[in-house]
């Protein structure tokens, strides 16, 4: 399947895999570049050499591209910034911010940019500083999130840009795929699948929490915070959204959720942890493995858009 994405990226398929921290590390990232998509390592808040570890290890598991998503509200992400020129990374997603200031450097070394948005606004402020596509993300995802859904917000982007658009944002298989495509995304970016898949490295149980979810069993945490964050429904999450209901001060909810990603993906904490899903999460039966998950997409879309019904 050629577009866009899968000739800009050097890639068999235009399937990206989400940038997900504690997550999306070099077994993950690597398989899915192994299985002719883009595969990320999510540098989140790490330090920046364990980032630099990571992509050796990619390497060694995969000859094919592979990039790194950075948060850019991190600490370290100056540092990321230069760790993946000097380790030769070829795509470079960024989340929460803007990348202005380091795209100079990244497009002399010849990376590929790709910031993921969440308005048209956005997404023309990153084509004007010379982003090579961009990534369409409505509130369907899992993780921290924006406010229009995936339905609305990519065909908007792509009337408002010139480069691709990637869409994200409850694409889970063949079916969301082919949608996207019809709404003028050159690709699709797709988390909660791979996290259920069985190269993903998180816990059995946060799998199988993913795997048993139902349509209604995501929910929202943070709004009042500004930063809304979506996860599976759980005793952390009630808790939460009592207190945020009340009206608690910022610090009771930052206290309540602190380390409680990697409590959910190292500890297998179902009841405590943050379990970020999208709202996909209902679509996703069984624990694929990366191979199986991006043909099948790729198959069932191609079927549709040929008018296979």
Known sequence: MKTAITELLGIEYPVIQGGMAWVAESHLASAVSNAGGLGLIAAAAAPAEWVRDQIRQAKKMTDKPFGVNI?????????????????????????????????????????????????????????????????????????????????????????????????????????????????????????????????????????????????????????STGHPIRVLRNDMTRKYLELEQAGAPFEELESLTLGSLRRAVQEGDVKGGSLMAGQSAGLVKESLSCEELIRGMVTKAESLMNGAL
């Open 71 to 223: 948060m850019l509200m991190s600490p370290e992400a100056d540092a990321v910034a230069k760790v993946v020129i000097e380790e030769g990374v070829q795509v470079v997603t960024t989340g929460a911010g803007s990348p202005e200031k380091y795209m100079a450097e990244w497009k002399a070394a010849g990376v590929k940019v790709i910031p993921v948005v969440a308005s048209t606004a956005l997404a023309k402020r990153m084509e004007r500083c010379g982003a090579d596509a961009v990534v369409a993300e409505g509130t369907e995802a899992g993780g921290h999130i924006g406010e229009i859904t995936t339905m609305a917000l990519v065909p908007q982007v792509v009337d408002a840009v010139s480069i691709p658009v990637i869409a994200a944002g409850g694409i889970a298989d063949g079916r969301g795929m082919a949608a996207a495509f019809m709404l003028g995304a050159k690709g699709v970016q797709v988390g909660t699948a791979f996290a259920a898949s069985k190269e993903s490295i998180i816990h059995e149980n946060y799998k199988n929490s993913i795997l048993k979810a139902k349509d209604i069993d995501t929910r929202v945490t943070g709004r």
